[in-house]
C-alpha cells in the first residue's frame, strides 16, 4: 500500500521529482514531475530498482542506507544524474525517511535551475517534505473525532432501526458529541491551513512598543483573573520595526496564552523591549512550569504538544509569523524555572535621502 495515498494532491502538486522508495531500494510510488524527469510512466517505474531507471556519479544505495540507519535527512549536492535520454549535471538531492515507516525514504530531486533556486532561497524541497509531514500529522489528528463521530452515528442507526421509542433525550447526547466533533474537525483544519498558506503579510514600519502595550491591555483582564501579575518594560528609545500588526498581536497572543498555561497557580509575566547591536529585542518571561531539555528541540514541530488540548501548531505558528517578519526567535527555558523567549526584530532599513537639484536642466 502508498503510505502517501491520502495525500494524492499535494503529492501530485509537487514541483520537483519525487520518489518513494522501499526497504529493498525498489520505486514504489512516482510523482508526475518524476514521470515527466524520467520520461517514463509511472507503471513502468514502479517496482523497479531505483538504479536501474537513475543512475548519479554518488552511490545512491549507500545514501538511502544512511538515512534509513541514521532516521534522519540525507542531502546531496552537485549530483549528476543520468536518465535513459539525458545527463543533468549539478542536481540536488534529499532522501527524508518516512515518520511512520523509517524503512521507506521520499526522494526527491532537483534539477539544476531548481537547485539554484534553493540555494537562493528557502529550500523548496525540504518545503515539499514539511508539506507531506504536516499532511501525515493532519490525517493523525481528525482519526479520532472522526472514529468518535462515526461511533454516535452507528448508535443512532440502532436506536432508529429498533423497536425502542426515539426520544429527544435519545437524539440529543449523541448529536451533541457529533456536534463537538465537527467544531473540532474545523478548527483542526482551519489551523492546518493557515499553517501551510502562504502569509499576505504586509510589512509596515510600526510601533513594537504599541502592538505590545495593546495586547497586554488586551490581556489585563484574563491575565488578573488567573492570579498573573504582568509588567512591560518598554525602551523609551526609536521602537520603530518593520511588522504587520495583525499578524505579530497574534503571535504574541499565542506565546502569552502558553505562558498563561504554565502558570495555572499564577505568577510573573514580563514584556520587555531593547534596542540591541542586530536590532530591535522583545524579551517574553515567565515564571512557569518550564520546558523540560529534551523537548526544547520539538517545540516549534507542527502538531507538537504536551497539552491535553489544543492544536498543537500555537508555537508552529508563532515561528512562522516571526519569520515572515525577517527576525529570529529563541527560548530559554528550564524544567520548573520559567521560560524566557526573545524575538530580535532587524532595524527597517531606511532610503538614503537625496539631495535637491538646484541647478538647470540644458
Given amino acids: 500500500m502508498n503510505p502517501l495515498a491520502p ?18 531500494n525498489t520505486i514504489v510510488a512516482a510523482n508526475p514531475a518524476a514521470e515527466t524527469f524520467l520520461n517514463a510512466s509511472s507503471k513502468s517505474l514502479l517496482h523497479h530498482i531505483l538504479t536501474d531507471k537513475l543512475k548519479a556519479d554518488v552511490p545512491l544505495d549507500d545514501a538511502l542506507a544512511r538515512a ?55 529550500s523548496a524541497s525540504t518545503a515539499a517534505k514539511s508539506a507531506i509531514g504536516m499532511a501525515e500529522m493532519l490525517a ?41 466533533e465537527v467544531s473540532r474537525l474545523n478548527a483542526i483544519v482551519v489551523d492546518f491551513l493557515f499553517a501551510v498558506r502562504p502569509m499576505d503579510t504586509t510589512l509596515v514600519i510600526g510601533s513594537l512598543n504599541k502592538a505590545v502595550s495593546e495586547l497586554a491591555q488586551f490581556l489585563e483582564p484574563e491575565l488578573a483573573q488567573a492570579d498573573i501579575s504582568a509588567t512591560l518594560d518598554l525602551t523609551s528609545g526609536d521602537d520603530a520595526v518593520l511588522l504587520d500588526d495583525r499578524f505579530l498581536k497574534q503571535a504574541l497572543l499565542n506565546l502569552v496564552k502558553n505562558s498563561m498555561q504554565a502558570m495555572p497557580d499564577g505568577g510573573r509575566l514580563e ?21 523540560p531539555e529534551e523537548l526544547m528541540q520539538k517545540i516549534f514541530e507542527p502538531y507538537f504538544t504536551t ?10 505558528l508563532v515561528y512562522k509569523i516571526v519569520k515572515e517578519h525577517g527576525a529570529e526567535i529563541q527560548v530559554n527555558s528550564k524544567a520548573h524555572h520559567g521560560t524566557t523567549i526573545t524575538i530580535l526584530f532587524p532595524f527597517p532599513h531606511k532610503s538614503p535621502a537625496l539631495l535637491s537639484f538646484q541647478g538647470e536642466v540644458s
Fill in 307 to 316: 497539552k491535553d488540548f489544543g492544536s498543537g501548531l500555537g508555537l508552529t
Fill in 7 to 24: 495525500f494524492d494532491a499535494i503529492w501530485a502538486s509537487l514541483p520537483m521529482p519525487a520518489l518513494l522508495i522501499d526497504a529493498a
Fill in 140 to 180: 493523525h489528528e481528525i482519526k479520532n473525532p472522526l472514529a468518535s463521530m462515526g461511533i454516535h452515528i452507528q448508535l443512532l442507526q440502532r436506536v432508529l432501526t429498533s423497536d425502542k421509542p426515539l426520544t429527544s433525550q435519545t437524539l440529543g447526547h449523541d448529536l451533541e458529541v457529533i456536534n463537538e
Fill in 68 to 122: 534509513r540507519v541514521n532516521q534522519s535527512d540525507v542531502n546531496i549536492n552537485d549530483v549528476t544524474l543520468t536518465t535513459q535520454d539525458r545527463t543533468l549535471p549539478h542536481c540536488l538531492l534529499q532522501m527524508a525517511p518516512l515518520q511512520d515507516d523509517p524503512d521507506q525514504i521520499l526522494l526527491l530531486i532537483s534539477p539544476r535551475v531548481m537547485a539554484e533556486r534553493i540555494g537562493r532561497t528557502r
Fill in 271 to 291: 514584556l520587555a523591549t531593547k534596542r540591541v547591536s542586530g536590532g530591535l529585542q522583545l524579551r517574553l518571561t515567565d515564571t512557569g512550569s518550564g520546558i
